[in-house]
């Protein structure tokens, strides 16, 4: 059974950074993408990162390149996503979620599992 626990929201200053973790469980090959979502009151989800099970390949909407970055720790089975010089737009609940796929696209279609979401808040 697929498992998907964020953690490390909060609120932070606009400029300010926060690491998001992923606690990714119960996949049994690196055949799948783990992305990171967010949802932002009265608008839909919008996908941000995701990378490729094996942490061999990384996409980004083009609202966070160059500030956020997505990366995994294979020890521990972590998806992480450093945000870095936030601003008060990047405020929103944000999911990881799992596709059973290889392709490196944030259609939420892909994704079957999901996580029950962490709130990032960037106010001042």
């Known amino acids: 059974q697929v498992q998907l626990v964020e953690s490390g929201g909060g609120l932070v200053q606009p400029g300010g950074s926060l690491r998001l973790s992923c606690a990714v469980s119960?996949?049994?090959?690196?055949?799948?993408?783990i992305g990171w979502f967010r949802q932002a009151p009265g608008k839909e989800r919008e996908g941000v990162s995701c990378i490729r099970g094996s942490g061999s390949s990384t996409y980004y909407a083009d609202s966070v390149e160059g500030r956020f970055t997505i990366s995994r720790d294979n020890a521990d089975n972590t998806v992480y996503l450093q945000m870095n010089n936030l601003k008060p737009e990047d405020t929103a609940v944000y999911y990881c979620?799992?596709?059973?796929?290889?392709?490196?696209?944030?259609?939420?279609?892909?994704?079957?599992?999901w996580g029950q979401g962490t709130r990032v808040t960037v106010s001042a």
């Open positions: 119960g996949f049994t090959s690196d055949y799948y993408v």
């Open positions: 979620a799992a596709a059973p796929s290889r392709l490196l696209r944030l259609w939420l279609s892909l994704y079957d599992y």
